[in-house]
């Protein structure tokens, strides 16, 4: 179930649309927030494109979590999710409430 933020838990992970008039700039805002973050790196995509995917490595073990923001033409939507494993323990839901609540 959608929580206020627009956050939908999913198997491994959890995605989120954030409704804007300028995705473009938010997902600038959203990339600039995500590359601040500790161990976060870009993998592929830009701003231009309106597509970026980050790794976000866990602190302890280091295990990578894929998070994946486009620009549309009605928000941004966002999709966090691990990349091994079968749970996550609520960090990709806890991860996106965070940046969506900066954003």
Same mark, same amino acid.
């Given at each position: 179930?959608?929580?206020?933020?627009?956050?939908?838990d999913?198997?491994?992970?959890?995605? =989120? *649309?954030?409704?804007?008039?300028?995705a473009? &700039? !938010?997902?600038?805002r /959203? #990339?600039?927030?995500?590359?601040?973050?500790?161990?976060?790196?870009r993998?592929?995509?830009?701003?231009?494109?309106?597509?970026?995917?980050w790794?976000?490595?866990?602190?302890?073990? =280091? *295990?990578?979590?894929?998070?994946?923001?486009? &620009? !549309?033409?009605?928000? /941004? #939507?966002?999709?966090?999710?691990?990349?091994?494993?079968?749970?996550?323990?609520?960090?990709?839901r806890?991860?996106?409430?965070?940046?969506?609540?900066?954003?």
């Amino acid at each position: 179930m959608p929580t206020a933020s627009g956050i939908v838990d999913e198997p491994g992970g959890a995605r =989120g *649309f954030l409704p804007m008039a300028d995705a473009g &700039a !938010g997902l600038d805002r /959203l #990339a600039a927030l995500v590359e601040a973050t500790p161990r976060a790196t870009r993998l592929a995509g830009s701003v231009d494109e309106g597509r970026i995917t980050w790794v976000v490595r866990s602190a302890v073990w =280091g *295990f990578p979590d894929y998070v994946t923001a486009e &620009a !549309g033409p009605e928000g /941004l #939507a966002v999709w966090s999710r691990l990349r091994y494993g079968r749970s996550d323990l609520g960090m990709n839901r806890a991860r996106l409430e965070a940046w969506f609540a900066r954003l």
